[in-house]
T-cell receptor
Framework: GAVVSQHPSRVICKSGTSVKIECRSL??????MFWYRQFPKQSLMLMAT?????????EQGVEKDKFLINHASLTLSTLTVTSAHPEDSSFYIC?????????????FGPGTRLLVL | GENVEQHPSTLSVQEGDSAVIKCTYS??????FPWYKQELGKRPQLIID?????GEKKDQRIAVTLNKTAKHFSLHITETQPEDSAVYFC??????????FGRGTSLIVHP
């Protein structure tokens, strides 16, 4: 299957700093990537849909000024958590949509564990 | 929007037994239903999926059934093994292909 990477895998930062997370599709081009947030023992909550060359579409309740998404190329989307606070600590997972003539499938990155002190 | 309910939240079985996880969805326009397995601290992995033009799909020990009329679909795992222990998520999506996930089922297979 398609490979999606994420970097960094984990990050610890001080409150008030900004953190950038990269999501890359390694062997395919992805016009659409998704960013999810997952709290311990909970489901995946979609934060936003990242579209190459255009603005991201944010889900209700997600602050677009706090979670900046950039999808500058067909293989890279970035999520920047600005002025991070302890409540932003979570597991952030991206995914990329692979489209073929027959179907569409979603492949997930390995996730980034963010801890804000 | 779509609402996906998943049950049970926790399922404990003995090795060799079968496990069944059930999901219901609300949007009749949904036409794609993937199932993901997520081990602790790792990424969700697609294990099987089904589209609305099919009622059942099987892949070795894993099968998924879909009842469009009742708007529910189920994951069946036969001959469970300890390595099947993980959290399983169902999802439903329509034309936009932005899936809505269920809350997850923690499957524990006891040796």
């Amino acid at each position: 299957g398609a490979v999606v990477s994420q970097h960094p895998s984990r990050v610890i930062c001080k409150s008030g700093t900004s953190v950038k997370i990269e999501c890359r599709s390694l062997d395919f081009q992805a016009t659409t990537m998704f960013w999810y947030r997952q709290f311990p023992k909970q489901s995946l909550m979609l934060m936003a849909t990242s579209n190459e060359g255009s603005k991201a579409t944010y889900e209700q309740g997600v602050e677009k000024d706090k979670f900046l998404i950039n999808h500058a190329s067909l293989t890279l989307s970035t999520l920047t958590v600005t002025s991070a606070h302890p409540e932003d600590s979570s597991f952030y997972i991206c995914s990329a949509r692979v489209t073929s003539a027959y179907q569409e499938t979603q492949y997930f990155g390995p996730g980034t564990r963010l801890l804000v002190l | 929007g779509e609402n996906v309910e998943q049950h049970p939240s926790t399922l404990s079985v003995q090795e060799g037994d079968s496990a069944v996880i059930k999901c219901t969805y609300s949007d009749s326009a949904s036409n794609y239903f993937p199932w993901y397995k997520q081990e602790l601290g790792k990424r969700p992995q697609l294990i099987i999926d089904i589209r609305s033009n099919v009622g059942e799909k099987k892949d070795q020990r894993i099968a998924v059934t879909l009842n469009k009329t009742a708007k529910h679909f189920s994951l069946h795992i036969t001959e469970t093994q300890p390595e099947d222990s993980a959290v399983y998520f169902c999802a439903a999506s329509g034309g936009s292909y932005i899936p809505t996930f269920g809350r997850g089922t923690s499957l524990i297979v006891h040796p």
